[in-house]
Protein backbone atom coordinates (compact mmCIF):
# COMPACT_ATOMS: atom_id res chain seq x y z
CA UNK A 1 0.00 0.00 0.00
CA UNK A 2 2.84 2.01 0.94
CA UNK A 3 3.50 2.20 -3.22
CA UNK A 4 0.56 3.98 -3.72
CA UNK A 5 1.83 7.18 -1.24
CA UNK A 6 5.06 7.54 -3.02
CA UNK A 7 4.54 10.12 -5.15
CA UNK A 8 4.12 13.04 -2.36
CA UNK A 9 6.01 10.85 0.14
CA UNK A 10 10.02 11.55 0.15
CA UNK A 11 11.06 9.47 2.82
CA UNK A 12 10.39 5.89 2.01
CA UNK A 13 10.80 2.77 4.15
CA UNK A 14 14.17 2.07 2.95
CA UNK A 15 15.53 6.07 3.92
CA UNK A 16 15.96 6.97 0.42
CA UNK A 17 14.88 10.23 -0.40
CA UNK A 18 13.53 9.77 -4.00
CA UNK A 19 12.54 12.75 -6.24
CA UNK A 20 9.06 13.08 -8.38
CA UNK A 21 10.23 14.29 -12.15
CA UNK A 22 7.53 15.88 -14.00
CA UNK A 23 8.59 15.89 -17.64
CA UNK A 24 7.39 18.38 -20.46
CA UNK A 25 7.96 16.45 -23.90
CA UNK A 26 9.10 18.83 -26.94
CA UNK A 27 8.00 17.79 -30.25
CA UNK A 28 10.34 17.76 -33.24
CA UNK A 29 10.31 21.45 -34.01
CA UNK A 30 10.65 20.74 -38.25
CA UNK A 31 7.63 18.08 -38.18
CA UNK A 32 5.44 20.54 -36.20
CA UNK A 33 3.67 21.60 -39.50
CA UNK A 34 2.54 17.77 -40.23
CA UNK A 35 0.52 17.87 -36.87
CA UNK A 36 2.44 15.29 -35.14
CA UNK A 37 0.56 13.02 -32.49
CA UNK A 38 2.23 11.23 -29.91
CA UNK A 39 1.34 7.17 -29.65
CA UNK A 40 0.92 5.79 -26.46
CA UNK A 41 2.36 2.17 -27.46
CA UNK A 42 6.08 1.99 -27.22
CA UNK A 43 6.96 5.22 -25.48
CA UNK A 44 10.23 4.38 -22.75
CA UNK A 45 11.47 7.15 -20.47
CA UNK A 46 15.01 5.48 -19.34
CA UNK A 47 16.46 7.19 -16.48
CA UNK A 48 19.96 6.23 -16.23
CA UNK A 49 21.73 6.78 -12.26
CA UNK A 50 25.50 7.55 -13.60
CA UNK A 51 27.56 6.57 -10.53
CA UNK A 52 25.15 3.44 -9.34
CA UNK A 53 24.76 2.48 -13.33
CA UNK A 54 20.99 1.42 -12.13
CA UNK A 55 18.63 1.69 -14.87
CA UNK A 56 15.01 3.05 -14.31
CA UNK A 57 12.32 2.77 -16.67
CA UNK A 58 8.67 4.38 -17.77
CA UNK A 59 5.89 3.99 -20.28
CA UNK A 60 4.53 7.12 -19.06
CA UNK A 61 5.51 10.74 -17.43
CA UNK A 62 3.01 9.61 -14.75
CA UNK A 63 4.44 9.34 -11.07
CA UNK A 64 7.84 9.17 -12.30
CA UNK A 65 9.68 9.19 -8.65
CA UNK A 66 13.51 8.69 -8.75
CA UNK A 67 16.47 7.75 -6.13
CA UNK A 68 18.17 11.36 -5.84
CA UNK A 69 21.06 11.41 -7.98
CA UNK A 70 22.65 12.42 -10.98
CA UNK A 71 21.01 10.66 -14.09
CA UNK A 72 21.17 10.56 -18.07
CA UNK A 73 17.75 10.57 -19.73
CA UNK A 74 16.67 8.62 -22.81
CA UNK A 75 13.39 8.68 -24.43
CA UNK A 76 11.78 6.85 -27.88
CA UNK A 77 8.58 7.36 -29.08
CA UNK A 78 6.41 7.44 -32.37
CA UNK A 79 4.41 9.49 -33.92
CA UNK A 80 1.13 9.83 -36.13
CA UNK A 81 1.35 12.96 -38.50
CA UNK A 82 -2.16 11.26 -40.53
CA UNK A 83 -0.48 11.77 -43.51
CA UNK A 84 2.97 9.45 -43.51
CA UNK A 85 3.67 6.13 -41.87
CA UNK A 86 4.88 6.52 -38.06
CA UNK A 87 7.84 8.51 -37.57
CA UNK A 88 9.78 7.57 -34.50
CA UNK A 89 11.49 9.97 -32.15
CA UNK A 90 14.42 10.20 -29.50
CA UNK A 91 15.53 12.47 -27.26
CA UNK A 92 18.43 12.61 -24.70
CA UNK A 93 19.02 14.65 -21.90
CA UNK A 94 22.68 14.08 -20.06
CA UNK A 95 23.43 14.62 -16.40
CA UNK A 96 20.48 15.75 -14.74
CA UNK A 97 19.93 16.58 -11.31
CA UNK A 98 17.51 14.72 -9.81
CA UNK A 99 17.38 16.38 -6.10
CA UNK A 100 14.68 17.58 -3.81
CA UNK A 101 11.01 17.12 -3.63
CA UNK A 102 10.37 17.55 -7.37
CA UNK A 103 12.31 18.76 -10.56
CA UNK A 104 10.96 19.69 -14.05
CA UNK A 105 12.97 18.46 -16.84
CA UNK A 106 11.99 19.33 -20.57
CA UNK A 107 13.01 16.76 -23.24
CA UNK A 108 13.57 18.37 -26.74
CA UNK A 109 13.17 15.45 -29.41
CA UNK A 110 14.54 14.92 -32.25
CA UNK A 111 13.43 12.41 -35.37
CA UNK A 112 15.21 9.05 -34.97
CA UNK A 113 17.97 8.54 -37.20
CA UNK A 114 17.29 6.23 -40.21
CA UNK A 115 20.37 4.33 -38.87
CA UNK A 116 23.99 5.15 -37.82
CA UNK A 117 27.42 4.79 -39.12
CA UNK A 118 29.80 6.80 -41.61
CA UNK A 119 27.47 10.45 -42.57
CA UNK A 120 28.91 13.46 -44.46
CA UNK A 121 29.81 15.92 -41.52
CA UNK A 122 30.94 18.88 -44.18
CA UNK A 123 30.93 19.17 -47.52
CA UNK A 124 32.91 22.20 -49.25
CA UNK A 125 32.04 22.24 -52.96
CA UNK A 126 32.43 26.12 -53.74
CA UNK A 127 36.09 26.78 -53.65
CA UNK A 128 37.87 30.25 -52.86
CA UNK A 129 38.86 33.05 -54.96
CA UNK A 130 42.52 34.62 -54.73
CA UNK A 131 43.05 37.63 -53.48
CA UNK A 132 42.63 39.29 -57.51
CA UNK A 133 39.23 37.63 -57.30
CA UNK A 134 40.11 34.33 -59.58
CA UNK A 135 38.96 30.79 -58.94
CA UNK A 136 41.41 29.43 -57.15
CA UNK A 137 40.83 25.20 -57.35
CA UNK A 138 42.40 22.08 -55.11
CA UNK A 139 41.46 23.34 -51.39
CA UNK A 140 37.88 21.21 -51.67
CA UNK A 141 37.29 18.60 -49.03
CA UNK A 142 34.77 15.96 -47.70
CA UNK A 143 34.69 15.69 -43.80
CA UNK A 144 32.87 12.10 -42.96
CA UNK A 145 31.93 11.40 -39.40
CA UNK A 146 31.79 7.81 -37.44
CA UNK A 147 28.08 8.96 -36.36
CA UNK A 148 27.48 5.79 -34.43
CA UNK A 149 28.99 4.70 -30.92
CA UNK A 150 31.00 1.95 -32.03
CA UNK A 151 34.57 1.90 -34.13
CA UNK A 152 34.06 1.67 -37.53
CA UNK A 153 36.43 0.87 -40.65
CA UNK A 154 36.02 3.58 -43.67
CA UNK A 155 37.75 0.85 -46.11
CA UNK A 156 35.71 0.98 -49.37
CA UNK A 157 33.90 3.09 -49.06
CA UNK A 158 33.42 5.71 -51.92
CA UNK A 159 32.39 9.47 -52.19
CA UNK A 160 30.41 9.93 -55.85
CA UNK A 161 28.83 13.03 -57.53
CA UNK A 162 25.43 12.63 -59.01
CA UNK A 163 25.57 12.34 -62.56
CA UNK A 164 22.50 14.89 -62.97
CA UNK A 165 22.35 18.17 -61.81
CA UNK A 166 19.29 19.48 -59.68
CA UNK A 167 18.69 22.81 -61.76
CA UNK A 168 17.83 21.10 -64.73
CA UNK A 169 15.23 18.19 -65.51
CA UNK A 170 14.97 15.63 -68.60
CA UNK A 171 13.11 12.83 -68.83
CA UNK A 172 15.74 10.64 -68.60
CA UNK A 173 14.77 6.96 -69.32
CA UNK A 174 14.56 4.66 -67.76
CA UNK A 175 14.50 6.39 -64.07
CA UNK A 176 16.15 4.24 -62.08
CA UNK A 177 16.46 6.12 -58.47
CA UNK A 178 13.74 3.70 -56.71
CA UNK A 179 17.06 1.35 -57.06
CA UNK A 180 20.35 3.44 -57.57
CA UNK A 181 21.61 6.90 -58.20
CA UNK A 182 23.07 7.61 -61.28
CA UNK A 183 26.71 8.77 -60.52
CA UNK A 184 29.78 10.97 -62.51
CA UNK A 185 32.78 10.43 -60.22
CA UNK A 186 33.49 7.48 -57.75
CA UNK A 187 36.25 7.29 -55.79
CA UNK A 188 36.92 4.60 -53.05
CA UNK A 189 38.75 4.78 -49.70
CA UNK A 190 41.22 2.18 -49.90
CA UNK A 191 42.13 -1.02 -48.03
CA UNK A 192 41.01 -4.46 -46.65
CA UNK A 193 38.19 -4.20 -44.73
CA UNK A 194 40.21 -2.79 -41.44
CA UNK A 195 43.00 -0.76 -42.55
CA UNK A 196 41.28 3.09 -42.06
CA UNK A 197 39.37 2.57 -38.42
CA UNK A 198 37.72 5.26 -37.31
CA UNK A 199 36.64 5.97 -33.39
CA UNK A 200 32.71 7.12 -32.97
CA UNK A 201 32.47 10.72 -33.22
CA UNK A 202 36.21 11.15 -35.43
CA UNK A 203 35.68 12.40 -38.85
CA UNK A 204 38.20 11.66 -42.01
CA UNK A 205 39.51 14.60 -44.19
CA UNK A 206 38.94 14.09 -47.62
CA UNK A 207 40.52 16.71 -50.20
CA UNK A 208 41.37 17.40 -53.37
CA UNK A 209 44.54 18.34 -53.10
CA UNK A 210 46.33 17.97 -49.38
CA UNK A 211 48.67 20.87 -48.92
CA UNK A 212 48.78 23.77 -47.38
CA UNK A 213 47.22 25.80 -49.75
CA UNK A 214 48.01 29.23 -47.94
CA UNK A 215 51.25 29.65 -49.28
CA UNK A 216 49.64 29.81 -52.79
CA UNK A 217 46.36 31.67 -51.71
CA UNK A 218 45.92 33.49 -48.36
CA UNK A 219 42.20 32.88 -49.00
CA UNK A 220 42.80 29.30 -49.22
CA UNK A 221 43.15 26.83 -46.46
CA UNK A 222 45.95 24.35 -44.80
CA UNK A 223 44.76 21.01 -45.95
CA UNK A 224 47.98 19.40 -45.36
CA UNK A 225 46.50 17.43 -42.57
CA UNK A 226 43.75 15.30 -44.57
CA UNK A 227 43.22 11.64 -44.39
CA UNK A 228 43.22 11.29 -47.96
CA UNK A 229 43.33 13.48 -51.04
CA UNK A 230 42.03 11.92 -54.70
CA UNK A 231 44.57 12.23 -57.36
CA UNK A 232 43.46 12.33 -61.41
CA UNK A 233 46.30 11.38 -63.81
CA UNK A 234 44.86 14.29 -65.98
CA UNK A 235 45.52 13.76 -69.89
CA UNK A 236 45.25 17.76 -70.35
CA UNK A 237 48.78 19.02 -69.90
CA UNK A 238 47.37 22.64 -69.54
CA UNK A 239 45.25 21.42 -66.33
CA UNK A 240 47.11 19.11 -63.83
CA UNK A 241 46.53 17.87 -60.56
CA UNK A 242 49.03 17.71 -57.44
CA UNK A 243 49.64 14.63 -56.11
CA UNK A 244 51.47 14.78 -52.20
CA UNK A 245 53.43 12.00 -51.79
CA UNK A 246 52.46 11.87 -47.82
CA UNK A 247 49.18 11.93 -47.98
CA UNK A 248 47.43 8.77 -49.62
CA UNK A 249 45.21 8.97 -52.89
CA UNK A 250 41.89 7.79 -52.78
CA UNK A 251 41.27 4.88 -55.48
CA UNK A 252 39.95 6.46 -58.30
CA UNK A 253 36.96 3.74 -59.83
CA UNK A 254 35.67 6.15 -62.21
CA UNK A 255 35.14 9.94 -63.63
CA UNK A 256 33.62 11.71 -66.12
CA UNK A 257 36.67 13.64 -67.02
CA UNK A 258 39.82 12.96 -68.31
CA UNK A 259 41.21 15.89 -66.50
CA UNK A 260 41.02 16.29 -62.90
CA UNK A 261 37.69 16.26 -61.03
CA UNK A 262 36.60 19.40 -59.23
CA UNK A 263 32.97 19.35 -57.34
CA UNK A 264 30.29 21.17 -58.79
CA UNK A 265 31.46 24.94 -57.37
CA UNK A 266 28.06 26.56 -57.99
CA UNK A 267 25.94 23.24 -56.00
CA UNK A 268 23.98 22.00 -58.71
CA UNK A 269 25.37 18.17 -57.76
CA UNK A 270 24.45 15.94 -55.01
CA UNK A 271 26.63 13.49 -53.24
CA UNK A 272 27.14 9.94 -52.01
CA UNK A 273 28.86 8.30 -49.88
CA UNK A 274 28.23 4.53 -50.02
CA UNK A 275 30.25 0.97 -49.61
CA UNK A 276 31.65 -0.32 -52.02
CA UNK A 277 30.62 -4.01 -52.68
CA UNK A 278 32.21 -5.23 -55.18
CA UNK A 279 35.64 -4.34 -56.93
CA UNK A 280 36.82 -2.13 -59.15
CA UNK A 281 36.83 -4.33 -62.70
CA UNK A 282 32.82 -5.56 -61.56
CA UNK A 283 31.74 -2.26 -61.00
CA UNK A 284 33.05 -0.60 -64.49
CA UNK A 285 31.51 -4.08 -65.95
CA UNK A 286 28.26 -4.95 -63.90
CA UNK A 287 26.65 -0.76 -63.16
CA UNK A 288 26.91 0.81 -66.67
CA UNK A 289 23.62 3.48 -66.72
CA UNK A 290 22.81 3.93 -70.04
CA UNK A 291 19.83 6.62 -70.35
CA UNK A 292 18.32 8.31 -73.10
CA UNK A 293 15.64 11.90 -73.23
CA UNK A 294 14.49 14.22 -74.86
CA UNK A 295 15.82 18.04 -74.97
CA UNK A 296 13.13 20.41 -75.99
CA UNK A 297 14.51 23.47 -77.04
CA UNK A 298 13.41 26.75 -78.74
CA UNK A 299 15.25 25.32 -81.26
CA UNK A 300 13.66 22.23 -82.07
CA UNK A 301 12.90 18.69 -80.49
CA UNK A 302 16.20 16.66 -80.14
CA UNK A 303 16.54 12.92 -79.24
CA UNK A 304 19.95 12.17 -77.12
CA UNK A 305 21.72 9.29 -75.02
CA UNK A 306 24.04 9.28 -72.62
CA UNK A 307 26.05 6.21 -70.39
CA UNK A 308 27.68 6.56 -67.08
CA UNK A 309 27.58 4.35 -64.35
CA UNK A 310 25.12 3.81 -61.20
CA UNK A 311 24.84 3.46 -57.29
CA UNK A 312 22.78 0.75 -55.63
CA UNK A 313 20.72 2.75 -53.05
CA UNK A 314 21.58 -0.22 -50.89
CA UNK A 315 24.81 0.53 -50.54
CA UNK A 316 24.56 4.15 -49.55
CA UNK A 317 25.38 5.44 -46.16
CA UNK A 318 24.27 9.11 -46.68
CA UNK A 319 23.39 11.33 -49.23
CA UNK A 320 23.35 14.47 -49.86
CA UNK A 321 21.66 16.45 -52.18
CA UNK A 322 22.56 20.14 -52.97
CA UNK A 323 21.04 22.87 -54.98
CA UNK A 324 20.12 26.47 -55.19
CA UNK A 325 16.82 28.28 -54.67
CA UNK A 326 16.69 29.88 -58.06
CA UNK A 327 16.81 27.48 -59.95
CA UNK A 328 15.93 24.12 -58.27
CA UNK A 329 14.24 21.40 -60.44
CA UNK A 330 14.24 17.56 -58.82
CA UNK A 331 15.66 15.72 -55.96
CA UNK A 332 18.41 13.62 -57.78
CA UNK A 333 17.75 10.59 -55.55
CA UNK A 334 15.05 8.50 -54.11
CA UNK A 335 13.38 10.00 -51.59
CA UNK A 336 14.45 7.12 -49.07
CA UNK A 337 17.94 8.47 -49.16
CA UNK A 338 17.54 12.08 -48.84
CA UNK A 339 13.73 13.83 -48.98
CA UNK A 340 15.26 17.47 -48.91
CA UNK A 341 18.28 19.60 -49.97
CA UNK A 342 20.77 21.62 -48.60
CA UNK A 343 22.57 25.05 -50.44
CA UNK A 344 25.31 27.37 -49.96
CA UNK A 345 24.04 30.00 -53.02
CA UNK A 346 20.47 31.14 -53.26
CA UNK A 347 21.11 32.49 -56.88
CA UNK A 348 23.14 30.64 -59.82
CA UNK A 349 26.29 32.26 -60.42
CA UNK A 350 26.78 33.80 -56.81
CA UNK A 351 29.52 35.85 -56.42
CA UNK A 352 29.18 35.58 -52.52
CA UNK A 353 29.20 31.57 -52.63
CA UNK A 354 33.00 30.93 -52.35
CA UNK A 355 34.40 30.38 -48.97
CA UNK A 356 31.66 28.99 -47.40
CA UNK A 357 30.23 24.70 -47.13
CA UNK A 358 27.29 23.01 -45.96
CA UNK A 359 27.81 21.18 -42.21
CA UNK A 360 25.39 18.78 -40.67
CA UNK A 361 24.01 20.22 -37.42
CA UNK A 362 24.41 18.60 -33.82
CA UNK A 363 21.38 16.48 -32.90
CA UNK A 364 22.91 16.39 -29.22
CA UNK A 365 26.44 15.78 -27.66
CA UNK A 366 26.38 12.92 -24.77
CA UNK A 367 27.64 13.85 -21.34
CA UNK A 368 31.02 11.95 -22.43
CA UNK A 369 31.10 14.48 -24.94
CA UNK A 370 30.72 12.79 -28.04
CA UNK A 371 28.62 15.07 -30.56
CA UNK A 372 25.88 13.41 -32.31
CA UNK A 373 25.19 14.78 -35.73
CA UNK A 374 21.40 15.09 -37.02
CA UNK A 375 20.52 12.62 -39.52
CA UNK A 376 17.13 12.62 -40.53
CA UNK A 377 17.87 11.68 -44.61
CA UNK A 378 16.76 15.09 -44.90
CA UNK A 379 19.34 17.55 -45.80
CA UNK A 380 16.96 20.65 -45.77
CA UNK A 381 16.83 20.37 -41.84
CA UNK A 382 20.31 18.34 -41.22
CA UNK A 383 22.61 20.88 -42.77
CA UNK A 384 23.20 24.33 -41.67
CA UNK A 385 23.50 25.75 -44.89
CA UNK A 386 26.38 28.47 -46.16
CA UNK A 387 28.27 28.02 -43.48
CA UNK A 388 31.40 28.64 -41.93
CA UNK A 389 33.88 26.43 -43.35
CA UNK A 390 35.66 24.17 -40.83
CA UNK A 391 39.06 24.48 -42.22
CA UNK A 392 39.25 28.03 -42.68
CA1 LIG B 1 43.07 16.17 -56.70
CA1 LIG C 1 48.88 11.69 -52.42
Same mark, same amino acid.
Given at each position: MLLLVWPGCRNTPDNINRTAVIVTLKLPENLMNANPVLLNEGLVYSFKNISTGQVFTF?? &????????GLYDCFFEGWLSSGTSDKIKIKAYAPSLQILGSSVSIELKS????AKSGFVFEELFFTGVLTPQGKQYHGCSYFKIRNNSDKLLYADSLVICESR??? &?QKWDYQPDIRSQAMPVFAVYMIPGKGKDVPVKPGESLLIADIAIDHRKANLNAYNLSGANFEWFDNSSRPSIQDTDNPLVPNLDKIYCYTLSIWVPHNRGFRSYALARMKTDKDSYLRDYIYEYSYVMKLPSGVFPMTGKGYKMPN????DVVNCSIESDYVWNLVDPSLDTGWTYVSKIDHDKTRYNKSVRRKIAYVTREGLEILQDTNNSSDDFIPAAQPSMK
Open positions: AE &TKAILLPEFKAPFIS &TAWME
